[in-house]
């Protein structure tokens, strides 16, 4: 009986998938020669859905070489760092014809457009909509770090359909970024040149930024509510010190920890930053942002970065929600701008 229902209910939603996607234009009516291309890919195998359903728990890394498709026509998207490059070089320019995505609060600002009906929503930033995605039948299913875990179980339902995960691993930004520009342009040869061009000119501009901040030591926070983390030379936030080229305040912090590490007030007064950038993710995910709060504190107000005006606050979507995208890494060097502004006029 549940067989049945179940069967009922699939059908009802393919008659209103198929319904709303004949009401919806195709993004492109251009047709693309698919040619086959061979990837070196890192993917995690093994994870299991968490108690709630909603993510996933353990799991490990394996490298595998897979045969892809260039040129899809039908992609579903789990992180906002592809979607964010795609749209940033043209999406436009490329061989979709259809974009499912992730839609929600935590979208950046800057891709919007893609909450409208011609975009269908396949779920979120942790976990595809199963039935959903059945019925978006895509050619190319794009992971990222918070739904990496979904391989196994993507790669049994969804057979014919090719599996990308541009997970980058914390303390390798650039190294996982470049991968996955490589990756994109292989996949989508229409824009290779424009991605490739837009990469080397974030190289320039982060080796400028590089050049004024030799010797400058510096503390990232990163504000959860009343919850505060930091993060050392390899973690998530290493960009902010291995390409943007800060010294870490305390040598002595060395946890990967994905969430940093917890800290409070005095901590941050007895490392005592020269600099101090504040990522707030209250902001990020949607709800009330705390900076305001953390800045009020009398241990905060005795440091050398709060003192000397040398605190900055970091692009929340930028940081944390599209980390490794072409809008999200102009973001970051645009908030890195403002220090080296006020360092040129100081120094």
């Not at 359903?53 to 490298?63: A, C, D, L, S």
């Not at 005592?272 to 504040?278: H, S, T, W």
Request: hydrophobic share 40%; aromatic share 12%; glycine share 8%.
């Amino acid at each position: 009986m549940k067989n049945i229902y179940r069967i009922i209910v699939l059908l009802g939603l393919s008659v209103l998938l198929v319904s709303c996607t004949k009401g919806q234009d195709k993004l492109t009516d251009l047709e693309f020669e698919r040619e086959d291309v061979t990837l070196s890919i890192e993917v995690t195998t093994g994870a299991l859905e968490n108690t709630g359903g909603n993510g996933w728990v353990e799991g490990v890394k394996e490298t595998k070489n897979v045969t892809f498709k260039t040129n899809p026509r039908s992609v579903a998207i789990f992180s906002y760092d592809a979607l964010d490059i795609l749209d940033y070089v043209g999406l436009e320019k490329t061989s979709i014809q259809y974009l499912g995505l992730v839609k929600g609060s935590s979208i950046p600002t800057y891709l919007n457009q893609y909450m409208g009906n011609n975009y269908e929503n396949v779920g979120t930033l942790f976990m595809p909509d199963w039935d959903k995605l059945e019925l978006f039948m895509p050619d190319l299913i794009i992971l990222g770090t918070r739904s990496s875990g979904a391989y196994d179980r993507l790669r049994t339902q969804f057979p014919s359909a090719d599996i990308l995960d541009l997970t980058i691993t914390d303390g390798f930004y650039m190294e996982g970024f470049e991968r996955n520009i490589n990756y994109l342009k292989a996949l989508f040869p229409t824009i290779a040149s424009e991605i490739e061009e837009t990469y080397q000119d974030i190289l320039i501009k982060m080796d400028t930024i590089k050049n004024l901040t030799t010797s400058k030591n510096a503390m990232i926070v990163m504000i959860n509510g009343s919850v505060y983390s930091t993060f050392g030379q390899i973690s998530r936030y290493s960009v902010l010190y291995n390409q943007f080229g800060f010294t870490v305040s305390d040598q002595e912090m060395t946890t990967a920890n994905r969430h940093g590490r917890e800290i409070d007030h005095e901590y941050v007064y007895s490392i005592n930053p020269e600099f101090l950038f504040l990522l707030d993710r209250g902001a990020a995910i949607g709800s009330s942002g705390a900076i305001g709060d953390f800045l009020q504190n009398n241990f905060i107000q005795q440091t050398l970065a709060y003192q000397q005006n040398h605190v900055y606050t970091l692009n929340a979507s930028a940081w944390y929600i599209a980390f490794g995208g072409f809008h999200s890494t102009y973001q970051m060097i645009e908030d890195l701008d403002a220090f080296v502004l006020e360092f040129s006029n100081l120094y």
